[in-house]
């Protein structure tokens, strides 16, 4: 069985909330940046073990949240040594905005997968994207590299819109498959 974590920042409590639903969908254990940037060693180990990795961060004026980029450069341990070279990666980010340049988050994450030598894993969902489409239907963001989440700026984690609720969870489901088909 292949062995998937969800490392990630969370600034308020949304993407922690996406990051748990990934995780359920991945059956991955989540290991948590703290508000400092860290992560203990036994994660740091967790990070080796895995077979896939999925990175969460907040998109914060346009990239990740300055702990994530902590935790990024701290990986350079990890990249020297090339200990997560092949491993299957993947990401996702949330912001405010229904746009918010979660791109440019996107192509951070994937970036730092390809100098770890990692291969990337997509979101694999066509967009929701018709006259009929509403924030309940699945991907109706348009996330092609990967998760896109939208969290309203004056409401909890718990009014993250549905349809990007169910988008987490089939994306983690699609990174365990891959994962499981990758180990054979």
């Known amino acids: 069985m292949a062995k998937t974590v969800v490392v990630y920042h969370s600034g308020y409590g949304h993407t922690q909330r ?6 359920e969908g991945a059956g991955a254990d989540l290991l948590a940046i703290d508000a400092e940037g860290n992560l203990p060693e036994a994660d740091w180990a967790a990070l080796d073990a895995a077979d896939a990795i999925i990175l969460g961060t907040p998109t914060y ?51 730092l997968a390809s100098q770890h030598g990692g291969l990337w894993v997509s979101l694999g969902l066509a967009p929701a994207n018709t006259l009929a489409s509403t924030r309940a239907d699945v991907n109706n963001l348009g996330g092609s590299v990967g998760l896109l989440v939208q969290a309203p700026s004056d409401a909890g984690a718990d009014k993250i819109p549905q349809g990007d609720i169910d988008t987490a969870r089939q994306f983690g489901e699609r990174v365990a498959s891959v994962a499981k088909s990758a180990k054979g």
Not at 18 to 23: E, F, K, L, T
Not at 68 to 84: H, L, N, Q, V
């Open 61 to 111: 004026m346009g990239g990740p949240s300055w702990q994530f980029k902590k935790f990024a450069d701290a990986s350079s341990k990890a990249w020297f040594t090339r200990a997560w070279q092949d491993k299957l990666f993947a990401g996702f980010s949330v912001s405010a905005s229904l746009n918010g340049d979660k791109g440019m988050t996107l192509a951070y994450l994937n970036t």
């Open 18 to 23: 996406i990051a748990q639903i990934v995780a």
